[in-house]
């Protein structure tokens, strides 16, 4: 659980112009990252690139594992907690964002409407985090899980 959660709400005008965007993020916290690798599926790219060999025994990870069968490969919930799998999950989110454009007192009035406004939004645009391999809001610890999607519009708002 993070120590602190957070969101950060803009909104500004100008002109015919309106602009909005939520920050979202959350500190304090860590998560096992443990992929249920070997016979059932592949290891991260930088996991394997940098594991143990015989050939490579200097190295930043150790040997590859087949799921947590290995017992140094124990994770959160198997009752050996390996403090190797944990990552920070800090992180900062775009969530949503919109700029919108207001063209009724330029054309709206003269065809008969009360608003005419455009608009591009977006939803989920970027995530600044440490972890780099996952969602740091995602439920699972071994990657199993449907991750947010990135989201674009584009639309227009009309009053009659």
């Known amino acids: 659980m993070p120590t602190f959660t957070g969101g950060l709400g803009l909104t500004a005008a100008y002109k015919n112009f309106d602009f909005s965007a939520l920050f979202q ?3 304090g916290a860590v998560r096992y990252v443990f ?3 070997g016979e059932i599926g592949n290891f991260l ?27 140094w ?16 999950s800090d992180y900062v ?6 700029i919108g454009y207001d063209f009724t007192t330029l054309i709206g009035e003269q065809i008969g409407l009360q ?13 600044i985090d440490k972890l ?7 439920s699972s610890t071994t990657g199993q899980y449907y991750p947010q999607k990135r989201v674009f519009n584009i639309g227009v708002s009309l009053t009659f």
């Not at 989110?93 to 919109?98: A, D, P, Q, V, Y």
């Open 25 to 27: 993020g959350a500190s």
């Open 35 to 37: 992929t249920e690798s």
């Open 45 to 71: 790219q930088s996991y394997a690139e940098k594991r143990w060999t015989p050939e490579n025994p200097d190295t930043e990870h150790p040997r590859t594992y087949n799921r947590s069968d290995e017992y």
């Open 73 to 88: 490969a124990a994770f959160a919930g198997s009752g050996n907690q390996n403090t190797y799998f944990l990552r920070n």
């Open 93 to 98: 989110r775009l969530k949503t964002i919109e």
């Open 115 to 127: 608003n005419l406004r455009a608009y591009v939004s977006g939803q989920n645009i970027f995530t």
């Open 132 to 138: 780099n391999v996952m969602d740091p809001e995602a």
